[in-house]
């Protein structure tokens, strides 16, 4: 009977294994920790799959990258933290944020998440049909194109610092000015760094490795913190940011260099990218595939970059209200991002490979159903985390900045930022989801189009609701173009896949909020009584404000629990049962 049972399995692998790459056959390699990694074995596996066992794989993966995540998520919090005691949000706190978010920008233009958009859907797809040497061939070919051409940017930006970067400071700053010229040009270089290592983590990913990409955000953090404190008394007071500059250049080496080591354990291998510019050939410039994912590129970087210019409309109007400002929206930002980067990103990253696989299979009832699941796993965990916000954002703030050269008005400032932000939490998590599900169908001028008017919007109701409400209005133009957004997306994949489950998806998320609102009550209730008893040093705010989340998160896993929410019980599962 065993034996038969196990001849069964090996002819299902069979059959499998030539549905997905006719007769070829992947060298076996080393198991990562978030998966069962054996290249090839993965595709493998997810062809012959059962839509459980999928979830119960990529929900371990997801706890896993949530993981990793959350722990760079925290350190960048004590890196921001760091900052904060040394420069507050003072003038040289706002020329940091215009010097790193133009480069971010144009990052997220010609970098690692547009050039991971367009690559993994057709590497992966080459892998699928059993192309194994043109899609290493496709590869080796980018590595070469991303570090030539986006060399040839960043020398170009480094010269042209002193004509850009003024753009983004009014007039009046003229110190800012000067600063923000000099910070770009130390931070310029990281354009080449993020370009390759976007190239790296999409070939990673097409294998479902996530384990050395989700921690290696965590060194990045580490490394910025460590030259911050070793080099800044170096520097004249005035000029110590250009240490905070320094750590995020050498910071993003390591963030390089880990998931490139990593590469040793994939077929592609860490010698074969190394040696990617002495591998291409004039006529792989012209291969197909190459022009597809410059095709493809276009409208994912139009779509992704129109996401990011956001952040840099935030900052150029945020000077319109005070020199602060711009610093400010940043602060409350880094601390929305912890949630947000912990979860929503985790979700969206660990789906992407999948959703490619299923897509190129045309098998879109799992694309589907597989989508419709992330949806709802990112309500669960996202309008808790905003309610949690909306009721503390101020002793947030207050315990995590609060020192040094941040004062209570700063205080003050960055709560009102950090308030507005949360509810765009769960927009922007399902934003996220729904963007990499088009570009898993090749199908990213959709959401190019949308990011177009997202950008517009943004910028209309930032510039009329900057004047009555200031730091808030700002912010709140992002939450509305980011709902309006959502809206869109969803109206046009339902066009494109038919159902969505959004019946499904708008129960869960009336459950889910009902829960969320006991979570707010009982976590404003235990900090009020915890910060009226213990007092405001730093012993009694940790104690009040993580008594207050704890016993919140208590209460909205007892009432997600007993309110049976589906995506709750694939969560408990993932912990008792490892083989779920």
């Given at each position: 009977?065993?034996?038969?049972?196990?001849?069964q399995r090996?002819?299902?692998?069979?059959?499998?294994r030539?549905?997905?790459?006719g007769?070829?056959?992947?060298?076996?390699?080393?198991?990562d920790?978030?998966?069962?990694?054996e290249p090839?074995?993965e595709a493998?596996t997810?062809?012959?799959?059962?839509s459980?066992?999928?979830?119960?794989?990529?929900?371990?993966?997801?706890?896993?990258?949530?993981?990793?995540?959350?722990l760079?998520?925290?350190a960048?919090l004590?890196?921001?933290v760091v900052?904060?005691?040394?420069?507050?949000?003072?003038g040289?706190?706002?020329?940091?944020?215009i010097?790193?978010?133009?480069?971010?920008?144009?990052?997220?233009?010609?970098?690692?998440?547009?050039?991971?958009a367009?690559?993994?859907p057709?590497?992966?797809?080459?892998?699928?049909k059993g192309?194994?040497?043109?899609?290493?061939?496709l590869a080796?070919?980018?590595?070469?194109?991303?570090?030539?051409?986006l060399?040839a940017?960043?020398?170009?930006?480094?010269?042209?610092a002193?004509?850009v970067?003024?753009l983004?400071?009014?007039?009046k700053y003229?110190?800012?000015?000067?600063?923000?010229?000099?910070?770009?040009r130390?931070?310029?270089?990281?354009?080449?760094?993020?370009?390759?290592?976007?190239?790296?983590?999409?070939i990673?990913?097409?294998?479902?490795?996530?384990g050395?990409?989700a921690?290696?955000p965590?060194?990045?953090?580490?490394?910025?913190?460590?030259?911050?404190?070793g080099?800044a008394?170096?520097f004249?007071?005035?000029?110590?940011?250009?240490?905070?500059?320094i750590g995020?250049?050498?910071?993003?080496?390591i963030?390089?260099?880990?998931?490139a080591?990593d590469?040793?354990?994939?077929?592609?291998?860490?010698r074969r990218?190394?040696?990617?510019?002495?591998?291409?050939?004039?006529?792989d410039?012209r291969?197909?595939?190459?022009?597809?994912?410059?095709?493809l590129?276009?409208?994912?970087t139009?779509s992704l970059?129109?996401?990011?210019?956001?952040?840099l409309?935030n900052?150029?109007v945020?000077?319109?209200?005070?020199?602060n400002?711009?610093a400010?929206i940043?602060?409350?930002?880094?601390?929305?991002m912890?949630?947000q980067g912990?979860?929503?990103?985790?979700?969206?990253?660990?789906l992407?490979?999948?959703?490619?696989r299923l897509a190129?299979?045309?098998?879109?009832?799992?694309?589907r159903?597989?989508?419709a699941?992330?949806?709802?796993?990112?309500?669960?965990?996202l309008?808790?985390?905003?309610?949690?916000i909306l009721v503390?954002?101020?002793?947030m703030?207050?315990?995590?900045?609060?020192?040094?050269?941040?004062?209570?008005?700063?205080?003050?400032?960055?709560?009102t930022?950090?308030?507005w932000?949360?509810?765009?939490?769960?927009?922007?998590?399902?934003?996220l989801?729904?963007t990499r599900?088009?570009?898993?169908?090749q199908?990213?001028?959709?959401?190019?189009?949308?990011?177009g008017?997202?950008?517009?919007i943004t910028?209309?109701?930032?510039?009329?609701?900057?004047?009555?409400?200031?730091?808030g209005g700002?912010?709140a133009?992002?939450?509305?173009a980011t709902?309006?957004?959502v809206?869109?997306?969803?109206?046009?994949?339902?066009?494109?896949?038919?159902?969505l489950?959004l019946?499904?998806l708008?129960w869960?998320?009336?459950r889910?909020s009902?829960a969320a609102?006991a979570?707010?009550a009982a976590?404003?209730?235990?900090?009020?009584?915890?910060d009226?008893?213990?007092?405001r040093?730093l012993?009694?705010q940790?104690?009040?404000?993580?008594?207050?989340?704890a016993?919140?998160?208590?209460v909205?896993?007892?009432?997600?629990?007993?309110?049976?929410?589906?995506?709750?019980e694939?969560?408990?599962r993932?912990?008792?049962?490892?083989?779920?």
């Open positions: 009977m065993e034996g038969g049972e196990l001849d090996k002819e299902d692998e069979r059959r499998a030539e549905r997905l790459y007769e070829r056959r992947l060298d076996p390699g080393p198991v920790v978030v998966a069962a990694e090839g074995t493998l997810a062809a012959g799959e059962s459980q066992a999928r979830a119960g794989r990529l929900a371990r993966s997801t706890a896993f990258f949530s993981f990793a995540t959350s760079s998520r925290i960048g004590v890196r921001e900052a904060a005691s040394y420069f507050g949000v003072r040289p706190m706002s020329a940091f944020t010097a790193f978010q133009v480069p971010n920008l144009v990052r997220s233009l010609f970098a690692d998440a547009a050039i991971q367009a690559f993994v057709v590497f992966t797809e080459q892998l699928e192309n194994r040497r043109e899609a290493f061939r080796s070919t980018l590595i070469f194109l991303v570090a030539l051409i060399g940017i960043t020398a170009l930006l480094i010269l042209l002193p004509v970067m003024p983004f400071v009014p007039d003229v110190a800012v000015t000067d600063l923000t010229v000099g910070l770009s130390v931070l310029f270089p990281i354009l080449v760094l993020l370009g390759v290592t976007g190239m790296v983590v999409g990673l990913n097409s294998y479902d490795r996530f050395v990409f921690i290696s965590f060194f990045w953090n580490v490394a910025i913190i460590a030259v911050l404190v080099l008394p170096a004249p007071e005035d000029k110590e940011i250009y240490a905070y500059a995020v250049l050498v910071g993003t080496v963030q390089l260099a880990m998931p080591f590469l040793r354990n994939t077929p592609f291998g860490l990218a190394l040696t990617a510019p002495f591998r291409v050939r004039r006529a410039w291969d197909s595939n190459v022009r597809r994912v410059l095709l590129m276009l409208p994912v139009l970059g129109l996401i990011n210019f956001n952040l409309i900052s150029t945020g000077f319109l209200v005070s020199e400002a711009p400010a940043d602060k409350a930002f880094r601390i929305y912890l949630p912990i979860f929503s990103v985790a979700v969206t990253t660990v992407f490979p999948t959703l490619a190129a299979r045309r098998d879109f009832e799992d694309l159903a597989t989508m699941n992330g949806m709802r796993q990112i309500v669960l965990l309008i808790p985390a905003a309610a949690a503390l954002s101020e002793p703030v207050r315990l995590v900045y609060q020192r040094g050269e941040f004062g209570s008005d700063a205080t003050a400032l960055v709560s930022a950090l308030f932000f949360a509810l765009s939490l769960p927009f922007n998590g399902l934003f989801l729904l599900t088009f570009f898993s169908l199908r990213p001028w959709v959401p190019t189009a949308i990011s008017i997202n950008l517009a910028a209309v109701a930032a510039l009329a609701l900057y004047g009555p409400f200031g730091v700002i912010v133009a992002t939450v509305i709902g309006a957004s809206l869109a997306q969803t109206v046009v994949l339902r066009r494109q896949l038919g159902r489950e019946g499904r708008l869960t998320t009336t889910v009902a609102a979570l707010a976590s404003y209730g235990v900090w009020d009584v915890l009226q008893e213990l007092g040093g012993g009694g940790i104690v009040s404000l993580f008594g207050g989340l016993v919140g998160a208590a909205y896993a007892t009432a997600i629990t007993l309110l049976r929410i589906p995506e709750a694939q969560i408990w993932l912990f008792r049962r490892r083989d779920a």
